[in-house]
């Protein structure tokens, strides 16, 4: 007998619905019943090929001859696999109200067969239940078993004295086995003893047969069918011939189909047993009640969700994403749908399961502000524009942002819904500081505290401030065991019970920016194991390279800056967070001041300072405006908001100035200046120049405790309540110190980087400060803070830094730097120096590719308008907002502008919603788009809604008006290349014929657009309307014979304008070249044809060139090509000098 292919065909079975969870649980049952060696375990988790892992298994078990110990204590794990695995709204497929019918025949085999089988081996129990027993002692048996039974069925059956009868007490084992022994992985044998003792007669009349080959389920429900095998589907990259949807062996015990059963036709039909009082929607008496659970925390888990029982009795999703009404009435809430995961907490040692709800509590904290939703974005890197490798944050068109929704928590729920087994995943969520990052992270703890992220047991937030803490005596646990200010405890039996299930930890790690040379952490040598000492960044190393912890999930948050970009491109999925809007940051104030009698107060100082209203679309700004609004109105006077930035941290900063020790500020200054030196943001206790300094600072809440304390630090660990506030202390300083220089000085200001030993301006808030400090008036300014004779020291600065700014040309730098020279002379508010920078700017500014945020729309409008003088702007991919958009179009000294064209369209709508006609006409006169080229299938389509948006406008209008930059474009390049060109094109050749101002048509592109001869007909339907076309670019387009007849057809519509023609590196041969020669001398416009590097031969060349000598006006022809013989080329040269052999 074959064993191998025995064992190998079971292995298959159990193998082929490669479900990770359970092959993985497969692998851990070998490794604990020592069956494979750790590295062999390791090397078989990472096999992709099933059929290979199959065979290595197989080999294993026939060399251990172990084999039914192995698959028994698998299989049994099966039964715990939580409830996720098919989502908390998928169907009972095995049946929920549908009858499935089941045909008793000859029952052989053992065990395995059971455990191979696609029948659930409790059916068989629901099978004997529905036998004919023999006589009285059968009936007995029932009535004890099941006393809640209906009459009918305690009644009198049929004799069968061929059948054998059940042991009671083996029966009785048997339930007491299922209920209260489900971790041991004794069930099974129990229910293989059980069967080979019911069915033994049978095994002896024919042991070949198969057990279940007469058994089947019959009637299924179609719907459930479909979703089902959609779910397979969309949770599988391979398929297999031998899958089956549903496995229904390895159902929880407690999930039975409620279906009913037929005997055959020799004996009468019963009913299927009915519901246990005690177990709602289950009929088998096998399933566990709640009283038998005394130690799951039902209640506890309820009050952890938002959802209730009742909105989830009709509706529930799977895991496809699609809405599945469930037919049970009794359909839990997500709670109560997770039942699976609080028994699996229940089975966890109490030292687990202690810190397992320390750790919910501890997410569960209360936020300590207003909880105002921020924007999740989708995002992506794109390779930058300079000879450097990195890579950069795309800047998209507002009309394309694509939100994330439900936030951030169901973002985890579909990307571990796609994982595969054993692989590690990395979200990386990025967004400049102060814009809500941190505020994601929590609310993600808060929805897993919640149970509102089943499918992780543990949830750590792991701050990166330290980890560069020096040492290399540190392990996995110190990375997680103090989320925290007060460390959780983890003993080696939380961590060793952490650590054997991986797939089941997030980990989010916050403020990974801080970590110096990123980039490191993909090159360096990681992966060390869980128990070998070593330093932070070998652990993080091991876990960015996917070798520690493997099938984790790690969550990064990050300021996208740097080298960053590298670690970010290996991420699985990546997103943006942008900050608040103007609605959001009005309701955060209203939050804010919730209960307060001066709300409306604040909300109307707030609007009428709109620098600082567009600066509060970063939440950590917005707070400060908030708190020094309180400030402002608890004083009683009459309240006014700053006009910068400087002037908003100067009036938080001067109570705690004034109530503080001699020198504290500036020795917290320059603390913070030389933190930020180092890319640092938090310090130890032992730094701060005094104990009383210290404690002034903690008061003040200027400094705070960090969220997590570094293992084995001496000292406690302290960061600044906020990056800007440590700019801005950092700027004190530069301003105050007489250790910097005057002549280093404008270095800090970051315009002009010097190419030896630059600043890297990591602060990067440091320059507006500064620009502030040194400039404004000392009264209201720096003298506020640190008195008036400390403030005078900064005299000489300020002459060496408006001696640097009035020396700067506006107009020679690159639009980053422009709008940063902005933003300090707005600081400033020094009139000098404000003029000066104003009255440099270019006339066309070009922010092509440039961020620009709320702040910068609002500086660069106020620019515009004090330079007294007309301006073009291009503000395409620059992101800008629509608010901006249409304050910077409805400025008069704005007269043309170019924006993104979707975005132009959605800011026309919503004037005309509006009904702001005035500020619409401008917005429509004012916009151009030349010159246009389409280098995307979405700019084609912009396109055409724009030419769509001007016959709309006329059909609803008495009088026709074309848009202006729709009638004034002259110039159109379309470069798709040879995939998207051929399907874009006739999206073109529909709009064409609107631009009656076309000169110069441009179809050429240096990847071949490959329009055709289907595109070279429609585009020569659109010449008649083309009367003002003069180049016509054709080149490398595959255009054969075909295509140059039709051309040539169509070519004397445009006989009065078209000077240029290029049909260069086509496929035209002799009868194409004949069809143009013919029609050349119609041409009388023409004045340059190229047909170089086509297929024509000699004929064709010489009847080109036949046609030249009655073309006078024709200044050159370009023909040379390879299928000419150079002889013939010469000759015709030299007959026609106009012909171009080049």
């Not at 304050?887 to 009904?915: H, I, K, M, P, Y």
């Amino acid at each position: 007998m074959n064993h191998f292919q025995t064992i190998l065909v079971q292995v298959r079975a159990l193998l082929s619905s490669h479900q990770p969870r359970q092959v993985q649980a497969l692998l851990d049952s070998l490794l604990e019943e020592e069956l494979l060696s750790r590295e062999y375990h390791c090397a078989l988790l990472h096999e992709p090929d099933i059929e290979t892992l199959a065979r290595k298994i197989s080999l294993t078990l026939l060399a251990k001859a172990d084999l039914d110990l192995a698959l028994l204590g698998w299989a049994w794990r099966q039964l715990q696999a939580p409830s996720l695995e098919r989502g908390p709204g998928c169907r009972n497929y095995g049946g929920s109200g549908q009858c499935a019918t089941m045909e008793l025949g000859p029952l052989e085999g053992g065990y395995l067969e059971l455990l191979n089988s696609d029948v659930d081996p409790l059916h068989h129990y629901h099978l004997y239940d529905q036998m004919d027993l023999a006589g009285e002692q059968e009936i007995e048996l029932y009535s004890a078993l099941f006393p809640d039974l209906p009459s009918f069925i305690q009644g009198t059956f049929p004799p069968e004295p061929d059948m054998d009868t059940i042991n009671c007490d083996q029966f009785s084992r048997l339930l007491y086995d299922m209920e209260r022994e489900e971790e041991t992985g004794d069930t099974y044998p129990n229910i293989a003893e059980l069967d080979q003792y019911v069915f033994q007669d049978a095994q002896l009349e024919d042991p070949s047969k198969d057990i279940f080959k007469h058994i089947g389920l019959e009637e299924v429900n179609s719907e459930s069918v479909e979703v089902l095998e959609e779910a397979g589907q969309r949770s599988q990259k391979r398929s297999f011939p031998e899958e089956h949807p549903t496995d229904l062996k390895h159902r929880k015990l407690g999930e039975m189909p409620q279906a009913k059963h037929t005997l055959p036709a020799s004996g009468p039909a019963v009913h299927s047993l009915p519901k246990s009082p005690t177990r709602p929607g289950s009929t088998s008496p096998f399933a566990p009640s709640a009283a038998d659970l005394p130690s799951m925390p039902e209640p506890a888990l309820t009050s952890r969700t938002d959802a209730t029982g009742e909105d989830w009795k009709n509706k529930a999703t799977c895991r496809t994403g699609r809405s599945c009404v469930l037919e049970d009435e009794t359909s839990p809430p997500p709670c109560q749908a997770t039942a699976e995961d609080a028994i699996q907490l229940s089975k966890w040692p109490e030292a687990v399961r202690q810190f397992h709800h320390s750790l919910q509590d501890w997410h569960q904290a209360e936020p300590t502000e207003p909880e105002v939703e921020v924007d999740l974005l989708r995002a992506r890197l794109e390779k930058g524009s300079h000879k450097s490798q990195e890579r950069e944050l795309v800047i998209v068109d507002w009309a394309e942002r694509q939100p994330v929704s439900g936030g951030l928590a169901e973002v985890l729920l579909a990307a571990s819904n796609r994982r595969r087994l054993r692989e590690t995943q990395v979200i990386a969520m990025l967004g400049k500081a102060g814009h809500g990052k941190s505020h994601w992270a929590q609310a993600v703890g808060r929805a897993w505290a919640r149970g509102q992220l089943p499918q992780y047991d543990f949830v750590f937030y792991v701050p990166c401030y330290r980890l560069d803490y020096p040492g290399d005596t540190y392990c996995l646990k110190d990375l997680l065991c103090s989320p925290g200010p007060q460390p959780l405890a983890m003993d080696e039996e939380v961590f060793s019970h952490i650590s054997r299930r991986p797939e089941r930890i997030l980990l989010i790690l916050d403020a990974f920016e801080e970590l110096e040379a990123q980039d490191s952490f993909l090159h360096g040598a990681g992966g060390p194991t869980c128990t070998e000492p070593c330093s932070f960044r070998a652990l993080l190393a091991g876990l960015l390279q996917r070798r520690l912890m493997q099938g984790c999930t790690l969550l990064l948050m990050a300021q996208p800056r740097g080298r960053l970009a590298q670690v970010l491109g290996k991420a699985d999925a990546l997103f943006e967070v942008t900050g608040f809007s103007t609605e959001q940051a009005q309701t955060y104030v209203t939050c804010y001041f919730k209960g307060s009698e001066h709300r409306e107060q604040a909300l109307m100082l707030l609007q009428d300072q709109p620098f600082l209203l567009s600066h509060s679309h970063s939440p950590t700004l917005c707070r400060a405006v908030c708190q020094l609004l309180e400030t402002l109105l608890q004083r009683g006077e009459e309240a006014k908001l700053p006009s910068t930035l400087t002037g908003l941290y100067v009036g938080l900063l001067d109570r705690a100035a004034r109530d503080s020790p001699p020198g504290a500020l500036v020795g917290l200054a320059k603390l913070a200046w030389e933190l930020g030196r180092r890319h640092q943001s938090t310090l130890r206790e032992d730094q701060f120049p005094t104990e009383q300094i210290r404690t002034w600072a903690v008061t003040k809440s200027l400094v705070q405790p960090v969220v997590q304390q570094v293992p084995g630090a001496a000292e406690a660990e302290l960061a600044f309540s906020s990056f800007l506030l440590q700019c801005f202390l950092g700027a004190l300083w530069l301003a105050l110190s007489s250790e910097i220089k005057d002549k280093e000085l404008p270095q800090f200001l970051a315009l002009t980087p010097r190419k030896k030993r630059p600043y890297d301006n990591w602060m990067e808030g440091v320059p507006r400060f500064l620009a502030g400090l040194i400039f404004q008036p000392r009264a209201r300014c720096l003298g506020a803070l640190v008195g008036s004779a400390a403030a005078a020291s900064a005299d000489k600065k300020q002459k060496v830094l408006t001696r640097y700014l009035k020396r700067l040309q506006p107009r020679t730098l690159q639009a980053g730097r422009l709008l940063e020279l902005l933003h300090c002379a707005h600081e400033a508010s020094e009139a000098g120096i404000w003029m000066h920078v104003v009255r440099e700017l270019p006339a066309c500014l070009s922010f092509l590719g440039t961020r620009l945020t709320p702040p910068d729309a609002h500086v660069l409008g106020q620019a515009l308008q004090a330079a007294g003088r007309d301006f073009s702007l291009d503000l395409r991919g620059t992101g800008i907002d629509p608010s901006g958009l249409g304050n910077l179009v409805g400025l008069s000294c704005v007269t043309r502008f170019r924006a993104a064209l979707s975005d132009t369209v959605g800011l026309w709508e919503s004037l005309q919603q509006r009904g702001e006609t005035q500020l619409l006409q401008a917005a429509e006169d004012k916009f151009t788009i030349e010159p246009f080229k389409a280098k995307s299938l979405k700019d084609v389509e912009d396109l055409g809604h724009l030419v769509q948006t001007q016959r709309l406008r006329s059909s609803s209008e008495d009088t026709v008006r074309e848009l202006p930059a729709v009638r004034d474009l002259k110039k159109l390049e379309f470069a798709l290349g040879p995939t998207l060109g051929p399907q874009a094109f006739p999206k073109l050749a529909k709009i064409l014929p609107a631009f009656s101002s076309l000169q110069h048509l441009d179809l050429d592109s240096l990847s071949d657009n490959k329009i055709g001869d289907t595109g070279v007909s429609q585009l020569s339907a659109t010449f008649p309307q083309l009367k003002a076309l003069e180049t016509l670019n054709l080149s490398q387009n595959s255009i054969t014979d075909t295509g140059a007849c039709t051309l040539a057809e169509a070519l004397p519509l445009l006989s009065a304008s078209l000077l240029r023609l290029s049909l260069y590196n086509n496929c035209i041969c002799d009868m194409g070249a004949e069809s143009l020669a013919r029609v050349l001398p119609e041409m009388g416009s023409l004045r340059v044809m190229d047909v170089q590097f086509n297929k024509f031969t000699a004929v064709g060349a010489q009847q080109l060139a036949a046609s030249l000598r009655k073309c006078p006006r024709v200044e050159t022809l370009a023909m040379w090509t390879p299928t000419i013989p150079f002889g013939v080329q010469e000759h015709l040269h030299q007959l026609d000098s106009r012909i171009s052999l080049r």
